[in-house]
């Protein structure tokens, strides 16, 4: 079972990524040097090993989180003709967002159960109840990115808030 559990959370860590990645092909469509799919894909791969490794230091951190947006903008440098603020934004307010998305379902499913015994446990212990709950997360993960997808298309032509992005992102994080 601890293998199936292992799995989960690095197919978790593997969409977390490929989403951004995502997200950066569409934002900066006209940056990208070269279009691949495998190219992001193999990033992702490259992500989620290191995302796995910070995992086994404790299951949340502030430090996976810093790792995770730097790893992600620094790789991204190599693929797209942009400032790295630019990157570093977006990757910071999509940490964000995934954040808080992925605390308000569990505070959500905590207040259903047993309140702070459940929230302790899905953020420290790994376990069936917190395979499903990821596994429900990075679904409904996937459906926001698909419905907010053509949003995206349109924001793309308005890079120029990359700064106003960054400070959002900042404050966000000052209040995490």
């Known amino acids: 079972m601890t293998l199936l559990y292992e799995s989960i959370e690095l197919i978790a860590s593997f969409i977390e990524f490929f989403v951004l990645y995502k997200i950066y092909s569409v934002l900066f469509r006209e940056y990208r040097r070269r279009q691949s799919r495998l190219i992001d894909i193999l ?59 992925d605390f308000l379902v569990v505070t959500l499913v905590s207040n259903f159960y047993d309140g702070y015994e459940t929230f302790v446990k899905m953020i420290s212990v790994t376990g069936g109840f917190r395979a499903i709950i990821i596994s429900v997360t990075k679904i409904l993960w996937i459906i926001a990115y698909f419905l907010l997808k053509k949003y995206l298309y349109r924001f793309a032509n308005k890079m120029n808030y990359v700064y106003t992005i960054l400070i959002i992102s900042c404050i966000g994080f000052l209040g995490f």
Request: glycine share 4%.
């Open 43 to 101: 990033l992702a791969i490259g992500g989620m090993a290191i995302i796995h490794i910070c995992n086994h230091i404790a299951l949340f951190s502030y430090f996976a989180l810093l790792v995770f947006i730097l790893y992600i903008s620094i790789s991204a440098t190599f693929f797209y003709k942009t400032n790295y603020v630019a990157l570093f934004s977006v990757a910071s307010f999509y940490i964000l967002c995934l954040s808080c998305f």
